[in-house]
């Protein structure tokens, strides 16, 4: 049974910054990609960075240059430093863990979220 666990989501005023926490935990052999996903109110959940376990990573257009991916695999641990924040980021923030196997085979993984607030 593999476990993903958000942490770091809270109120903040805008231009402010938040470093949201990903723990994954189980039997896990090992993990192609992590990654942050959000779904703001009223919306549908959206890409918001990756990052495979060499390090690469991608970004989408609305937070390049404000927010920073990075992990630790030896931790099987990813992290999202969210700086300069805006109203519009307001969002459930998601983990994702991309083809993580286990003995019983490799599939995506989904924590249950962060609550992040962004405050004009």
């Known amino acids: 049974q593999v476990q993903l666990v958000e942490s770091g989501g809270g109120l903040v005023q805008a231009g402010g910054s938040l470093r949201l926490s990903c723990v994954a935990s189980g039997s896990i052999l090992s993990i192609n990609a992590m990654g942050w996903y959000r779904q703001p109110p009223g919306k549908q959940r959206e890409l918001v960075a990756t990052i495979t376990s060499g390090g690469s990573t991608i970004y989408s257009d609305s937070v390049k240059g404000r927010f920073t991916i990075s992990r630790d695999n030896a931790k099987n641990t990813v992290y999202l430093q969210m700086n300069s924040l805006k109203p519009e980021d307001t969002a459930v923030y998601y983990c994702?863990?991309?083809?993580?196997?286990?003995?019983?085979?490799?599939?995506?993984?989904w924590g249950k979220g962060t609550l992040v607030t962004v405050s004009s």
């Open positions: 994702n863990g991309h083809m993580i196997r286990t003995f019983a085979g490799a599939r995506d993984y």
